[in-house]
């Protein structure tokens, strides 16, 4: 028992410690790059989209499969031109099955919060994904301050013990 409990532990402090690194990594780069509250801002869009989205058009010129590394997953992007303003925008969808090949004009959502767009009647695996994604995020930006405590207490702990 004894075995399997330390066995525990380990995996346990291996998963905050990942945690941590993780979340570190993520929370300095949103503040870096002023993006920190934005997943919380889009799915703040994304659940009132009539308040904070706007309607706009996407011209689609090029849809391509994005791959980071060779080891990474790819993602597909979509890229063309908005019919408002006529700025060119990519927009990273997950999967070419949320939109129609046949399609040249494609409706997209833009958020009035972070100038961020998405797909708009898209099927719902597409948001679920979009959800998911900014649940998982914010969970590990603001996870990062109860593990900054947490370390510092145990800093402090074995500190005041040696």
Known sequence: ????????????????????????????SGIINNTYLDDLKNYKSLKNANKYMEIDTLILKRAYDYTYTNNSPSTFVIYGQLLNNSSEIEIPIGNDKYIKYNASRIPVLKSKLTNTYFLKNAPV??????????????????????????????????????
């Open 1 to 28: 028992m004894g075995q399997l409990k330390r066995r525990f532990t380990v995996i346990i402090v291996f998963l905050m410690i990942a945690n941590f690194i993780i979340a570190l990594i993520i929370s300095v």
């Open 125 to 162: 695996g597409y948001y679920k994904r979009q959800y998911r994604s900014f649940l998982m995020t914010m969970y590990l930006k603001f996870s990062l301050f109860p593990l900054l405590a947490f370390v510092i207490y145990l800093y402090i702990k074995t500190r005041s013990s040696i």
